[in-house]
């Protein structure tokens, strides 16, 4: 595994079946699918929810490498859950987010802490944490 030896990438080893349908030959191998799991989903540092179309959303861009997102959970800095988003697909996170509302009200400017399980193409599981500005 030249060049995929470092805990950066995920290894899964799969067994393969190739069948030529004019001849219906077969042949098997065995491939190994790595995965990068480093920067595999951007979570950007701050938004701004003001009505201006820029930035209005909190919205999380998965690469090719994440098949979908377990658990998406925001913060207050009282620790009060303001957002929330479990089983969904990279398309629908990289459309739809947080617009910034927190009980029926725009919530307070300021730092919000996420925590962020995600399941890549191989089946392994990553967990991220980090915070984000929202900024008005």
């Given at each position: 595994m030249c060049g995929f030896n470092d805990s950066t990438y995920a290894h899964r080893r799969l067994f393969v079946t190739v069948t030529d349908t004019l001849t219906q030959c077969n042949i098997d191998d065995f491939i190994t699918v790595a995965v990068n799991k480093t920067n595999s989903i951007y979570v950007p540092n701050a938004f701004s929810p003001n009505g201006d179309n820029i930035n209005d959303l909190l919205t999380l861009s998965p690469s090719s490498a994440v098949r979908q997102i377990v658990a998406f959970y925001l913060f207050d800095r009282t620790g009060a859950l303001v957002y929330e988003v479990t089983n969904r697909t990279p398309e629908e996170v990289n459309t739809q987010g947080w617009d910034g509302m927190f009980n029926g009200y725009p919530a307070s400017p300021?730092?919000?802490?996420?925590?962020?399980?995600?399941?890549?193409?191989?089946?392994?599981?990553?967990f991220l944490e980090g915070d984000v500005s929202l900024i008005r």
């Amino acid at each position: 595994m030249c060049g995929f030896n470092d805990s950066t990438y995920a290894h899964r080893r799969l067994f393969v079946t190739v069948t030529d349908t004019l001849t219906q030959c077969n042949i098997d191998d065995f491939i190994t699918v790595a995965v990068n799991k480093t920067n595999s989903i951007y979570v950007p540092n701050a938004f701004s929810p003001n009505g201006d179309n820029i930035n209005d959303l909190l919205t999380l861009s998965p690469s090719s490498a994440v098949r979908q997102i377990v658990a998406f959970y925001l913060f207050d800095r009282t620790g009060a859950l303001v957002y929330e988003v479990t089983n969904r697909t990279p398309e629908e996170v990289n459309t739809q987010g947080w617009d910034g509302m927190f009980n029926g009200y725009p919530a307070s400017p300021g730092v919000y802490i996420y925590v962020l399980k995600v399941e890549l193409i191989d089946e392994s599981i990553l967990f991220l944490e980090g915070d984000v500005s929202l900024i008005r």
